[in-house]
């Protein structure tokens, strides 16, 4: 079946630094695939997404292409804020399916 | 942008009680919701899918006779944890999607916390 496998964190990063959370998948068909984001006490928000190969995502300074070749959509972001603090999770929605299968999640923690 | 109120957001029951979620969707109808379930360090495990008007549908090795799930409006869905005991202790997340939409627009509440003692 599908699956999403995503790095354990927690990542912990100082300000201004560069984030990547790695994200890979097995899909039976052309998946659709997604970062969504968690604060505290909050539900998940979706951050970026993208729905083809070699498509980009973007959104608050964070990024993720489809890779098709390596199976992965990794998650990065140039300079991280105290604010970028929350769980992400990676997940991906197979063709002709509702249903979002997501990955554990990773803690990222930056610190001033 | 779309709202999605999950209540209540933690609750402490005793074994062999049942305990009622509920997810409303705050300012669209939702034709479908979903309900999740997150062991601690693991990933969200869809548990059902919930549509308006039928019987949700469960996916494999989730017993139906003990998360009961009723969607008798288009804007609240509800999970019925039936005589509860520790192991169900977890964190229920429910998400819904507006009627019609194409694509990815799943909107997530923010969770319920339940603890069995």
């Known amino acids: 079946g599908d699956s999403v496998t995503q790095m354990e964190g927690p990542v912990t990063l100082s300000e201004e630094a560069f984030l990547t959370i790695n994200c890979t998948y097995t899909?039976?068909?052309?998946?659709?695939l997604f970062w969504y984001v968690q604060y505290p006490g909050e539900g998940l928000q979706l951050l970026l997404k993208?729905?083809?190969?070699?498509d980009k995502g973007s959104n608050k300074g964070f990024e993720a292409t489809y890779r098709k070749e390596t199976t992965s959509f990794h998650l990065e972001k140039g300079s991280v804020q105290v604010s970028d603090s929350a769980v992400y999770f990676c997940?991906?929605?197979?063709?002709?399916?509702?249903?979002?299968?997501f990955g554990t999640g990773t803690r990222l923690l930056v610190s001033p | 942008g779309a709202v999605v109120s999950q209540h209540p957001s933690w609750v402490i029951c005793k074994s062999g009680t049942s305990v009622k979620i509920e997810c409303r969707s705050l300012?669209?109808?939702?034709?479908?919701m979903f309900w999740y379930r997150q062991f601690p360090k693991q990933s969200l495990m869809l548990m059902a899918t919930?549509?308006?008007?039928?019987?949700?549908?469960?996916e494999q090795g989730v017993e139906k006779d003990k998360f009961l799930i009723n969607h008798a409006s288009l804007t609240l869905s509800t999970l019925t944890v039936t005589s509860a005991h520790p192991e169900d202790s977890s964190f229920y997340i429910c998400?819904?999607?507006?009627?019609?939409?194409?694509?990815?627009?799943?909107?997530f509440g923010s969770g319920t916390r339940l603890t069995v003692v």
């Open positions: 998400s819904a999607t507006p009627t019609g939409a194409q694509g990815d627009g799943y909107t």
């Open positions: 899909a039976t068909g052309y998946p659709s």
């Open positions: 993208a729905t083809k190969a070699d």
């Open positions: 997940a991906l929605r197979d063709t002709g399916f509702q249903k979002l299968v």
């Open positions: 300012d669209f109808q939702a034709t479908t």
């Open positions: 919930s549509n308006e008007g039928s019987k949700a549908t469960y």
